[in-house]
């Protein structure tokens, strides 16, 4: 029985990768072909190759900024929300600060709200309250980096504090013996070995941030929209694009590609660290 588990570990790990990849290979499928292929007999092999589903939408401006909109929001949230969480988890994690226990469980529970439950609130500060002479916060990038934060910090710190509290107290001591500040503690030590906590926490609020759907259609309109709500406007009352929409769909993975690209070899170490404890 032990000789079959290997083989019965790799033929479940197979199957569910084939799971988990046959959506998005379909979707590529789809992306391949003319409207006329789409209502023909279905199939899963490409026969030809439509490309003008992709350059209808790589040469239209107006999907060009939805995709540079999503690029500098998800970006510029990941960013902010990981320099944040290192900050705030450095300092409940070495500091006797009263109640931080609390303070952590708070964090997360502003995660278990749903979104929807926000979406008025929100709509009404956006355009009402934020709003200095004849600007609004509302249909702006900044507007939506801000919120983001505030629903991925949570996640975030709780992401970061087994990274933080896994490095050893005695670092800092020796560091401020040899006459070291705390800034400079917390940069030139602890954020060196925090390194692939940080990068697990910036991978991870990018793609929240990339695939956020619903407070960027009820927050923006025409300045600030991102690729994923570029996606519903292939709905139309006269029928549905579906090749266009999935070769958009497929041109919207690939920034993130390249980001876990750039990021990868620090993913495992992440995850796994602080998992164990000497």
Excluded at 6 to 21: D, E, G, K, N, R
Excluded at 50 to 63: G, L, P, R
Excluded at 117 to 130: D, I
Excluded at 174 to 180: E, H, L, M, N, P
Aim: with cysteine.
């Amino acid at each position: 029985m032990k000789r079959d588990r290997p083989a019965l570990s790799l033929a479940f790990w197979v199957f569910s990768s084939l799971i988990t990849l046959f959506p998005i290979y379909w979707m590529f499928v789809v992306s391949a072909k003319s409207r006329v292929e789409l209502f023909g007999a279905p199939s899963f092999i490409i026969k030809s190759f439509f490309s003008e589903n992709y350059w209808a939408t790589i040469t239209n401006t107006t999907y060009q900024g939805f995709m540079f909109n999503s690029i500098v929001i998800a970006t510029s949230n990941a960013l902010l929300v990981t320099t944040l969480a290192l900050f705030a988890t450095y300092a409940l994690s070495r500091y006797p600060l009263v109640g931080k226990e609390n303070v952590f469980f708070w964090t997360i529970t502003n995660r278990m709200a749903p979104p929807a439950a926000f979406l008025l609130p929100l709509f009404l500060l956006y355009t009402q309250v934020f709003v200095v002479g004849d600007w609004k916060m509302f249909d702006t990038r900044i507007g939506l980096i801000l919120l983001y934060c505030v629903f991925n910090l949570p996640f975030a710190i709780w992401t970061m504090r087994g990274v933080i509290d896994a490095i050893p107290h005695e670092l800092d001591e020796a560091a401020y013996v040899d006459g070291a500040k705390t800034w400079q503690v917390l940069f030139h030590v602890i954020t060196p070995l925090a390194r692939p906590g940080l990068a697990v926490t910036a991978i991870l609020t990018w793609v929240f941030a990339w695939n956020e759907y619903l407070f960027a259609a009820t927050l923006t309109s025409v300045h600030a929209r991102t690729i994923t709500t570029g996606l519903a406007e292939f709905v139309t009352v006269t029928g549905t694009n579906w090749g266009q929409m999935a070769a958009t769909a497929m041109l919207t993975l690939i920034p993130a590609v390249l980001f876990l690209a750039l990021v990868q070899k620090h993913i495992v170490a992440g995850l796994t660290f602080g998992a164990v404890k000497g």
